[in-house]
């Protein structure tokens, strides 16, 4: 069982890394794009302030979405590591209890 639950956790270790990397490529792409019209509205010299400040503030926007879902994705493998190692102490438990029942 300790073999099984240390690929599990290596799976979810997986998962959790492909994830991770996975919203942190799409914010990079999400970011470029919302950022466009904005440039051409500065690059033109329209609304220059005004352009800056709403990029800036979609940017960070965007940002606190990604991070969300950073942080629920770590939430989420902190919960499942804890169950694993549950279910170690649970099977440990349990083999002493056979041994003391044999003995």
């Known amino acids: 069982m300790k073999k099984a639950v240390q690929r599990a956790e290596l ?3 997986m998962i959790q890394e492909a994830i991770e990397d996975g919203a942190t490529t799409v914010e ?9 019209p904005f440039d051409a509205l500065e690059n033109l010299g329209l609304f220059e302030e005004q352009a800056a400040s709403l990029k800036e503030k979609q ?6 979405v990604y991070d969300a879902i950073r942080r ?8 499942i590591s804890e169950q694993f ?3 170690e102490d649970a099977e ?3 083999r002493n209890m ?3 029942s044999e003995e």
């Open 11 to 13: 799976l979810k270790d």
């Open 28 to 36: 990079d792409v999400h970011q470029h794009i919302a950022s466009l």
């Open 59 to 64: 940017r960070k926007t965007i940002g606190m």
């Open 72 to 79: 629920i994705n770590s939430d989420i493998g902190t919960l």
């Open 85 to 87: 190692a549950a279910l």
């Open 92 to 94: 440990t438990a349990r």
């Open 98 to 100: 056979d041994k003391n």
